[in-house]
């Protein structure tokens, strides 16, 4: 019972903390100081939640060797806790009114992933209709966080809430999504913010255009980690020290263009949350090299952080691209898998070397190792296109056979 109930603690404090990182930025893009407060909200919780998986960690050891073992849990837990805390820090530039410079927000608007709200219209599709039965991770590559309804919030809603009309949806995913998403809601067409001025590039350009990047960096080094994990993976580990060194270098580089913009003439108040932003994502980046940590001094490892990390409402597989398959030479623009069946590409593992996070026109081809998180609804899907068909044996794993073979 004790295993069980760490291993849902566990894996809902992963959840939690990745819901409270994305609020963060939701609440920074649409300035909205009741998202921010929410954050903080989701702080006590999973306060609370690390607290018992601490406590239950401690009553489990029954020896040095289970000692060990439990240590690799601890470590999780903590990270899991920081990251937390960072989602704070980022929500405190809206309730503290650091400030952020409108380019920035301009540039979140084309990274990796968005956060988009929508209210849900009288007589749109979505309307008094269960969230399951939209499968918007499969359909439109995003996912709800979050439900505003009146004075109150639901954060994580199950598939069996039920939309209401006045509903204000908070969502993330690919931006490729954001129409079809609010064609959905019965919402109006939806134009992302601009800067009209067009000037030569500035060292507050620079800053934003290198935080963005971190954002983008920071949350594939987590999920690299978390993944490092699952399959006790050292060259994922190693890419992940590596993306945590970049993202130090990269906050070195953002502090000093900041403060390079303050003598330009640029309003000093808004570069404060620059550089909060920016220890924030360069801390996440540390959060996830402390998890593979483990990995890379080859320390045993608790079983139950496998089966807590695999566990969440988004999974992460690795799968590959089977030769002739309906992938196998086109890009990740052509094949729209956040779209369809609903998974972000954490990396491609191509002869021995990782591309974490790539870009659009990164073609696929046979024998490419794809790691990806998503919807479990989606996972069929995926097989297929990559030419697998997902079977199970007697034992209940998974197993890949050629579609050929069908």
């Not at 709200?117 to 996912?143: C, D, Q």
């Not at 108040?269 to 801390?283: C, F, I, K, T, V």
Request: aromatic share 4%.
């Amino acid at each position: 019972m004790e295993s069980r109930n760490l291993r849902e603690m566990l894996a809902e404090a992963k959840d939690t903390s990745e819901l409270m990182v994305d609020l963060a930025y939701a609440a920074l893009y649409f300035d909205d100081p009741d998202m921010a407060d929410e954050v903080d909200a989701l702080e006590t919780e999973i306060s609370g939640l690390v607290h018992q998986m601490r406590t239950l960690c401690i009553v489990a050891v029954r020896n040095p060797r289970e000692a060990e073992a439990m240590a690799s849990v601890l470590q999780v837990v903590s990270a899991v806790e920081r990251i937390a805390n960072d989602a704070v820090d980022i929500a405190r530039i809206v309730t503290r009114r650091l400030g952020i410079p409108r380019e920035l927000l301009v540039d979140l608007t084309s990274a990796e992933e968005v956060s988009h709200r929508v209210e849900v219209a009288s007589g749109s599709h979505f309307a008094n209709r269960p969230v399951s039965s939209f499968e918007l991770p499969v359909v439109t590559g995003m996912r709800i966080m979050a439900i505003r309804r009146a004075r109150s919030w639901v954060v994580g809603p199950s598939g069996d809430e039920i939309l209401n009309p006045g509903d204000v949806l908070f969502l993330r995913g690919s931006p490729d999504g954001i129409t079809r998403l609010r064609e959905l809601a019965g919402a109006a067409s939806w134009h992302p913010p601009v800067v009209t001025d067009t000037v030569a590039l500035t060292d507050l350009d620079r800053a934003v255009d290198t935080l963005v990047e971190m954002k983008n960096l920071s949350e594939v080094a987590v999920g690299l980690a978390y993944s490092a994990l699952i399959f006790r993976d050292r060259s994922l580990a190693a890419e992940v020290r590596q993306l945590e060194d970049r993202l130090d270098e990269m906050n070195h580089r953002l502090e000093l263009w900041v403060l390079r913009s303050a003598t330009d003439g640029v309003d000093p108040s808004p570069l404060r949350g620059l550089l909060h932003l920016g220890a924030a994502a360069e801390d996440i980046g540390d959060q996830a090299q402390s998890m593979v940590w483990m990995i890379e001094q080859s320390t045993e490892l608790h079983p139950v952080l496998a089966i807590a990390l695999g566990d969440t409402d988004d999974i992460v597989v690795r799968m590959p691209v089977g030769a002739g398959s309906e992938v196998d030479g086109k890009t990740l623009a052509e094949i729209e898998l956040p779209i369809e069946p609903g998974f972000n590409v954490l990396a491609i593992e191509r002869d021995g070397r990782y591309w974490y996070r790539p870009r659009r026109h990164v073609d696929l081809r046979a024998g490419d190792q794809l790691l990806a998180n998503g919807p479990e609804e989606g996972r069929v899907a995926l097989a297929e296109l990559l030419g697998w068909r997902l079977t199970e044996n007697d034992d209940g794993d998974i197993e890949l056979k050629p579609l050929a073979d069908q």
